[in-house]
């Protein structure tokens, strides 16, 4: 079945440390992104990609790197400089040209203890 | 600027009754506007969209939604609510111009239904 696969689910750190969270999609689109979900706050855009080897800031990317190596994976990494981290990360993916709706997948969420 | 404003934050109604979740958008060019349903720790999921085609817009799971231009409106509704229908919602608009689609996302409605 086609879809997007987040990883971890779960995921625990440590103040100071950076994680990696995977995003995997087999739909063939083009387009990735990553949203931040803060309870009563909506999501927020992290980082997009509309194509391989480029991606751009979203409206929060500011302790968040991200890379696009291969059509189908947008990993995201929370680095220490994200002074608040603790938060439902959610991966999306649409196609060019159409209506825009977004695929999401189900989620990671990150708590730094 | 394109944004979505999402009146009341949690919206509470018995099985059976009406449900209604209100939307107000504010863009400067013709938006694709949506609705996406989240269950307790899972992604969204879309449960319809308006593209400029009809203006009332029929959905999954019995929801529906009117696009009113001279209100920058787009509430959702369904005429009797489930137990299945508590979740949290969430209205978004995009700009119809882009190649790429960047949604901007609304604050998100809490419902809950009572027996």
């Known amino acids: 079945d086609g879809g997007i696969t987040q990883s971890p689910k779960y995921l625990f750190r440590k103040e100071g440390q950076n994680v990696t969270l995977s995003c995997e999609q087999n739909?063939?689109?083009?387009?990735m992104y990553w949203y931040r979900q803060d309870p009563g706050q909506g999501l927020r855009l992290i980082y997009y990609?509309?194509?391989?080897?480029?991606?751009q800031k979203g409206d929060i990317a500011e302790g968040y790197s991200v890379s696009r190596e291969k059509k189908e994976s947008f990993p995201l990494t929370v680095t220490s400089a994200q002074k608040n981290p603790t938060a439902f990360y959610l991966c999306?993916?649409?196609?060019?040209?159409?209506?825009?709706?977004?695929?999401f997948g189900e989620g990671s969420r990150l708590t730094v203890l | 600027a394109q944004s979505v404003t999402q009146l009341g934050s949690h919206v509470s109604v018995s099985e059976g009754a009406l449900v209604l979740l209100r939307c107000n958008y504010s863009?400067?060019?013709?938006?694709?506007l949506f609705w996406y349903v989240q269950y307790p720790n899972q992604g969204l999921q879309l449960l319809l969209k308006?593209?400029?085609?009809?203006?009332l817009v029929k959905g999954i799971n019995g929801f529906e939604a009117e696009f009113k231009k001279s209100e920058t409106s787009f509430h959702l509704t369904k005429p009797s609510a489930h137990m299945s229908d508590a979740a949290e919602y969430f209205c978004?608009?995009?700009?119809?111009?882009?190649?790429?689609?960047?949604?901007?996302f609304g604050a998100g409605t809490r419902l809950a239904v009572h027996p």
């Open positions: 863009s400067s060019v013709p938006p694709y």
């Open positions: 990609s509309q194509i391989v080897n480029d991606f």
């Open positions: 308006y593209t400029s085609a009809a203006t």
């Open positions: 739909l063939n689109h083009d387009a």
């Open positions: 999306a993916s649409s196609l060019p040209g159409t209506t825009g709706e977004l695929f």
């Open positions: 978004a608009v995009s700009d119809r111009r882009r190649r790429y689609n960047k949604l901007i």
